[in-house]
């Protein structure tokens, strides 16, 4: 095994014309060949050098997906360094846990933005010694001495380069596959994140681990889009973008990602499930806009694509009159919505990072886009994948195979209680400075993941619930919240939805976060008026069509895990709140103390609850939101009404 800086000279060496990226930055697509990538790299690891760093210490980064956030991690990892890669919305505050647990010497930022992050904290951070940024806009009244440009470090890299050409290769020899390469920090759902310790070997082996599940080849387009402070963009983005090779391509910015997919059509991408049910809800919406006819068309080519494309993944007969009338539905429907999306040479679609709908898998695979679940931890890296033709949507898929040189074959056990524990591979190597923590989680060499799992009858893994969210009501009988989540997140209308129940209490309620792009455009088509969020998620006709949405799932659930009542929460759920984690995922805890006075009232049986909660504005203030939210009842008065007469007609 290599390094990755070792991996980037070696096809630098090779095939130094060879593309490796390309960034469409100000309208205009820029490439960088393997030569080009690899001479960025090289100024800037010997510029870092000229500065003092040394081997071992750790550098941040700090930015959207751009090329210069790539060179960085692999000109520090090339100097021996550790990398963290930070969530570019991140606050000052969460900047600087990260900067002080990670102990970083340096940091590169991409905007005024970030810099103005780093400035604002400096002064807490002593290990802090300067920030170098790569995009100057704005930046040209700033003075401050710690702040440089990154051209300008690579000008003295370049320097550096003339008076000792074979420098940076002495630097490259010294790197081992069991070099610590990054800092992964965990999401913090129930406590502060913790840095989790990747080497190069790590990156690698998981890295083979995705070859082999979806036959990725030398050469394919990439869309790299997830942060690399996520371990998966840190696998597949970065190491297969440099060990396979993948061709990474870097969209202008998060708002152009959907135009430049179109633009690009790639041949790969991988996208957490809130960005995946971000576009299916896009495809929804607009046919909320689209004419009686064109809704009729779409929806019957949509019907045909599941009985054929849906019906074979799963393994079923596919009637004659759907295989007949399939190139009809794909000509006039399916292939130009996959055209619109920009995935029609979509080959590997992975879908990672927390559960999602099994119906949004199958839309996808309705339409013809290929999209598999990955699943796995930090800690542990990727573990199952769907793989081949044919798997089931309602689990994460099958393992997947270490690398020949991995430190041993996975393996994989369950506990009496349904934990999933983990054994083999290239494992993490402990918490960064928190050996009790690491200590705390390998139990006789095993990893205890936290996850309970179960096996479906295909020997496929199926992803039930993080073990500490397992919930039991008071009749003693459990529920999983992410499942019935996941199946609720489904609907165009509903961008977040938190279920509540406890051993306290007698059933199960949720709380929603309403997709305001939708729900408007609803709101508009029924001629319904509205002010703000706050006013369109309280409106009563936005309750009846949730409670349209929820009936549909709890028509799927046991009668213990049904919701019994809902509430829209009154804002948008905010990570810069502490309400969700940077990547989308629910504070459950904090949600529940915030809006404890909507629960009580859920649970006391009343219509409304005035609340004021605090809230921080874009700028900074700080301030409150009063507001009057109202409660629903999951059935209205006459469908209760309705059953009772028909079980008293029954008995």
Known sequence: MSTLPQLLQQHADRTPERLSQRHKCRGIWR????????????????????????????????????????????????????????????????????????????????DQEQVDKGLAIRDRLPLLRGIAYWDDTGMWSYREDVLR??????????????????????????GKPDDIAVLSFTSGTTGKPKGV????????????????????????????????????????????????????????????????????????????????????????????????????????GLSVGHEVNVARLEGRPVSTRARLAFPLADALVLRPLRDQLGLTRLRIAGCGGSTMAPDVFRMFHAIGVPLRNI????????????????????????????????????????????????RGGTHFRGYYRRPDASAEK????????????TRSERDELVFLERMSDLRRLASGESFPPQFVETRLRFSPFIKDIMTVGDATREFVVALINIDMNVVSRWAEEKNLSFSTFTDLSQKPEVGDLLRTEIQRVNSFLPAHARIRRFANFPKELDPDEGELTRTRKLRREFLEQRYAAVIDGLYAGADAVDIRIPVTYQDGRQGSLAAQVAIHDSETPAQRHGKAFVQRRVA
Request: glycine share 8%; with cysteine; hydrophobic share 40%.
């Open 197 to 300: 310790i990747l080497s190069h070997k790590y990156l690698i082996d998981n890295a083979q681990r995705v070859i082999d599940a979806t036959g990725a080849k030398p050469g394919m387009e990439y869309l790299t889009y997830i942060a690399p402070a996520w371990a998966t963009e840190q696998i597949i983005g970065i190491t297969l973008g440099v060990g396979l090779p993948f061709v990474v391509n870097f969209p202008e910015g998060p708002e152009q990602v959907l135009s430049n997919i179109r633009e690009l059509a790639v041949e790969a991408m991988v996208f957490a499930p809130r960005q995946w049910e971000s576009l299916a809800s896009t495809m929804q919406a607009r046919m909320l806009d689209a004419g009686k006819v064109s809704r009729r068309v779409y929806e019957w």
């Open 442 to 453: 390998i139990v006789d060499g095993w990893f205890c993941t936290g996850d309970a799992v």
């Open 31 to 110: 490439e960088f060949s393997f030569a080009k990538v690899q001479e960025n790299v090289r100024e800037l690891a010997l510029g870092l050098h000229r500065l003092g760093m040394q081997r071992g210490e750790t550098i941040a980064i700090i930015g959207e997906n751009e090329p210069e956030h790539f060179w960085a991690e692999f000109a520090a990892q090339a100097l021996g360094c550790k990398v963290v890669s930070l969530y570019p919305d991140l606050t000052a505050e969460e900047v600087a846990y990260v900067l002080e647990d990670s102990e970083t010497v340096y940091l590169f930022a991409q």
């Open 149 to 174: 440009t990154v051209t300008g470090l690579q000008e003295e890299g370049r320097r550096l380069h003339r008076e000792q050409p074979e420098l940076y290769r002495a630097f490259l020899q010294e």
């Open 375 to 422: 699943y796995g931890s930090t800690e542990t890296g990727l573990l199952t994948m769907h793989q081949g033709d044919c798997y089931d949507l309602e689990t994460v898929g099958h393992w997947l195979r270490a690398h020949p040189d991995a430190d041993a074959p996975l393996e994989w056990q369950l506990t009496k209680e349904g934990e999933l524990h983990i």
